[in-house]
């Protein structure tokens, strides 16, 4: 993809952690995995479960070349590239929103995989540029990887 700075207008990183799960290592699979350099805030957000139990909201959003290395990083790293090509076109919404579901567990080995089935997730929301999506949709996962 040509380097351009509105290609991804934001990257919007979003998971849940339960009292079950170590927050630490979630926290840092992501920063490993997907953050790497990218310096930015992470926002915790404590909930709570129908029983009383505790969910952590992790919540990071990142912004233009920030936001386009981050989406560039997740999809050309995709273990399972070919699901997400042939449900692209489901994962967009009108307003150019791109979703992407990842399994939080898979995360934790390093490992960047997409998952439609569990709710154990790491979601995804990426902005992509009008003008990158008018160049084609079909061409939209080159363009961003580069090949």
């Given at each position: 993809m040509t380097e351009k700075r509105d290609d991804v207008k934001f990257v919007e990183i979003e998971t849940y952690v339960h009292a079950t799960e170590d927050i630490d290592k979630v926290i840092e699979a992501i920063k490993e995995v997907i953050l790497r350099d990218a310096k930015t805030p992470i926002i915790l957000e404590?909930?709570?479960?129908?029983?009383?139990?505790?969910?952590?909201?992790?919540?990071?959003?990142?912004?233009?070349?920030?936001?386009?290395?981050?989406?560039?990083?997740?999809?050309?790293?995709?273990?399972?590239?070919?699901?997400?090509?042939?449900?692209?076109?489901?994962?967009?919404?009108?307003?150019?929103?791109?979703?992407?579901?990842?399994?939080k567990q898979e995360l934790i080995k390093g490992k960047i995989v997409l998952d439609d089935e569990s709710d154990d997730i790491v979601r995804i929301k990426a902005r992509i540029s009008r003008r990158l999506l008018k160049e084609g949709l079909e061409n939209l996962v080159e363009k961003i990887c580069g090949k």
């Open positions: 404590v909930l709570w479960g129908t029983f009383g139990n505790r969910i952590v909201r992790v919540k990071i959003f990142l912004e233009n070349e920030n936001a386009t290395n981050i989406l560039k990083r997740v999809i050309c790293n995709l273990s399972n590239l070919d699901r997400l090509l042939s449900t692209l076109r489901d994962r967009l919404d009108r307003a150019g929103n791109l979703f992407i579901r990842l399994n």
